[in-house]
């Protein structure tokens, strides 16, 4: 269904939002820039803010977005014949060549890495977002494999994909804080996705292969 002119302009606006905060925060400070700042900055009231954005969290890191369920996802997703790990390294290594927003390969992310990290309740959003990812991941493969119940390999399983998924993004962010351009980080990140995956025991390369 195509998007109507009321739902276009709602979200441009909310993105408009969005960027003008993320750009306020990382010149300044998560934590030195109010709600009213980011609505005076965006031209909008400070209702309307709110009316979006339900937390001053939501502004950087918006629930649609970074979602807790985007590891189950992508396993959901593969195709028959595809295990839980090389779905995982497919999706990332296809977001690292298309220097994809999932994983910062954008201008400026070294920087907005570091403001996020430099606010307690951005941090501990990160922290908690990591938790109910690998939880959700966790649930996904317990139930497609049949698992019975208190099974460890299942959370086992999840923790591995998840900590290669936690890399990823540390590494990209460390490297584009450090100043390298787009396409030196990318192609050191699939460097280190191979000698990943040339670590990881067959047991977890074979695990969770869609049956249909």
Request: glycine letters at 8%; one cysteine or more; hydrophobic letters at 45%.
């Amino acid at each position: 269904m195509a998007e109507g002119l009321r739902e276009r302009k709602k979200r441009q606006t909310r993105r408009h939002i969005s960027e003008v905060a993320i750009g306020l925060f990382v010149e300044r400070g998560f934590d030195n820039v109010t709600i009213a700042e980011v609505a005076e900055a965006a031209e909008v009231s400070v209702n309307t803010v709110y009316n979006y954005f339900q937390a001053k969290e939501d502004l950087v890191l918006p629930p649609e977005e970074a979602s807790p369920r985007r590891l189950a996802g992508i396993v959901r997703e593969r195709a028959v014949g595809e295990s839980a790990a090389g779905a995982v390294l497919a999706r990332l290594r296809q977001e690292v060549r298309g220097r994809e927003r999932q994983v910062g390969l954008s201008a400026g992310f070294g920087r907005f890495l570091e403001m996020m990290r430099a606010a307690p309740t951005l941090s501990a959003r990160l922290e908690d977002l990591a938790h109910q990812m690998t939880d959700a991941l966790a649930a996904v493969l317990a139930e497609e494999t049949g698992a019975a119940p208190g099974d460890p390999v299942p959370r086992v399983a999840a923790c591995q994909l998840a900590a290669l998924h936690a890399m990823v993004l540390t590494e990209i962010g460390r490297r584009a804080a450090a100043g390298q351009d787009p396409d030196a980080i990318a192609a050191a990140v699939l460097d280190l996705l191979d000698a990943a995956e040339s670590l990881l025991g067959e047991k977890l390369l074979d695990y969770a292969v869609r049956k249909d």
